[in-house]
């Protein structure tokens, strides 16, 4: 079983070595939206700092989104999917690497160029930290429950915009407590309490959405 | 023994097959056939388990094979019409992959050996034909000679004569249970023929 879950994610990551533009696509695109908002609004340096943390999870959220379509997409279409159905390993535990993969090369990221977006935005350095543990925390959980769009609206013509509407609405905790962690550690009050909810909800996530995105996908791949 | 009982198949409002029911010993070979549209891949698809039927039952040594699931899926080895091979790897990583994910762990000779028998270069498969692609996907069956049960959908598409031999020996010394679907005769001896539609 672990030898089907370390295959898993290094086949993924070798697909993705293999065609670096999509991870690239990916960072660029959290890199541009974000930088568009001083661009529109304004360099004001305090109002600036007052809307970062909202903005770069809005558009954390938006890249993870952007990705997710491709997760299952590319292996119905090539008929790899049907040899995971088939596989050795119950269909949750391949659709957990899979995700676990997707964190790795959609989330990590973004996880990692937040300080520098956070400097773009005059943000305090002790709430780098901060910024960057609320989106380590809360990515996950957005490629976990993204899995379970992807899933359901596999095959499905405008599937794309589907997929959007879907997963969206389900995104809003994970936004409101992960933008909640910055705004609350900036006010001096800590927002530890934001990270332990959103760590509770990675847990929560990672038991229960591999196994909701498995039975997804035996109802989409018949 | 695969079994299946009473199988309706419906797709999209069209009824494709309806009360079909056969029964595998070890060693059958089946071949399906039929005019296009007439239910031979939904009827391997059931048979993997892949497509549930409308009505009807399959049925592995006596056990649904809804319950036994991964269990069956060691049994068994299914190659479908897409290939089943990433563009983007080459013939031996797709090779690796995909006996690592249905639980064998074949050596790099092994690997080696079972694409050499098809005559695959190890290149990335993009720059395949399609009918290279094809060996490459043909190629897993050499990894698993001992897996009792065989379905090839259209195993010999897209393959020259020399592939089709190659494929028809390996069929042939099968020692499990073949169920295939071609609209041409292979001329294999001992097989026996549902025809749909």
């Given at each position: 079983m672990l030898a089907i879950v370390r295959c898993m994610v290094c086949r993924e990551l070798l697909l993705a070595a293999r065609r670096r533009g999509d991870v690239a696509t990916i960072l660029l695109f959290f890199v541009v939206v974000t930088s568009l908002f001083p661009l529109g609004i304004g360099a004001e340096p305090n109002r600036l700092?007052?809307?970062?943390?909202?903005?770069?999870?809005?558009?954390a959220l938006l890249s993870s989104l952007l990705s997710l379509k491709r997760l299952f997409e590319n292996d119905h279409a090539d008929g790899t999917l049907e040899q995971m159905l088939l596989g050795a390993a119950p269909l949750g535990v391949v659709v957990a690497a899979k995700t676990a993969a997707h964190w790795l090369l959609a989330g990590l990221p973004l996880v990692a160029i937040s300080p520098l977006i956070a400097l773009q935005y005059g943000l305090a350095p002790a709430l780098y930290g901060v910024l960057a543990?609320?989106?380590?925390?809360?990515?996950?959980?957005?490629s976990l429950i993204g899995a379970i769009g992807a899933a359901l609206t596999l095959g499905l013509r405008g599937g794309g915009v589907l997929l959007a509407l879907l997963v969206l609405p389900l995104y809003v905790?994970?936004?409101?407590l992960g933008a909640g962690a910055v705004e609350m550690?900036?006010?001096?009050?800590?927002?530890?309490?934001?990270?332990?909810?959103?760590?509770?909800?990675?847990?929560?996530?990672a038991v229960f959405a591999p196994w909701a995105g498995a039975a997804a996908l035996r109802i989409s791949s018949e | 023994m695969l079994e299946a009982r009473g199988l309706h198949c419906e797709r999209g409002g069209r009824t494709l097959f309806r009360d079909l029911s056969l029964?595998?010993?070890?060693?059958?070979?089946?071949?399906?056939?039929?005019?296009?549209?007439?239910?031979?891949t939904s009827l391997l698809r059931i048979l993997c388990g892949l497509l549930s039927p409308s009505s009807g039952a399959v049925t592995w040594?006596?056990?649904?094979?809804?319950?036994?699931?991964?269990?069956?899926?060691?049994?068994?080895?299914?190659?479908?019409?897409?290939?089943?091979?990433?563009?983007?790897?080459?013939?031996?990583?797709?090779?690796?992959?995909?006996?690592?994910?249905?639980?064998?762990?074949?050596?790099?000779?092994?690997?080696?050996?079972?694409?050499?028998?098809?005559?695959?270069?190890?290149?990335?498969?993009?720059?395949?034909?399609?009918?290279?692609k094809r060996r490459a996907a043909l190629a897993r069956l050499c990894l698993s000679e001992s897996a009792p049960l065989w379905l090839l959908d259209e195993p010999f598409t897209a393959l020259d004569s020399k592939g089709t031999e190659i494929l028809k020996e390996l069929i042939a010394s099968h020692a499990g249970m073949v169920v295939f679907s071609t609209h041409q005769d292979p001329g294999l001896a001992a097989t026996r023929t549902l025809e749909l539609g």
């Open positions: 700092r007052e809307i970062a943390p909202g903005v770069i999870w809005v558009a543990l609320s989106l380590a925390l809360g990515t996950p959980v957005l905790p994970v936004l409101i550690a900036s006010a001096g009050a800590g927002g530890e309490g934001q990270l332990l909810l959103l760590g509770a909800m990675l847990a929560v996530a | 029964s595998l010993e070890s060693g059958a070979l089946l071949r399906v056939t039929g005019p296009n549209g007439s239910g031979k040594s006596g056990s649904p094979i809804e319950s036994l699931r991964e269990e069956y899926a060691r049994q068994l080895v299914y190659l479908g019409h897409a290939p089943a091979v990433k563009d983007d790897l080459t013939a031996h990583e797709n090779l690796r992959i995909s006996a690592v994910l249905a639980g064998i762990s074949p050596s790099k000779e092994s690997i080696q050996e079972a694409l050499a028998r098809f005559d695959v270069p190890d290149a990335p498969v993009r720059k395949l034909s399609q009918g290279q």
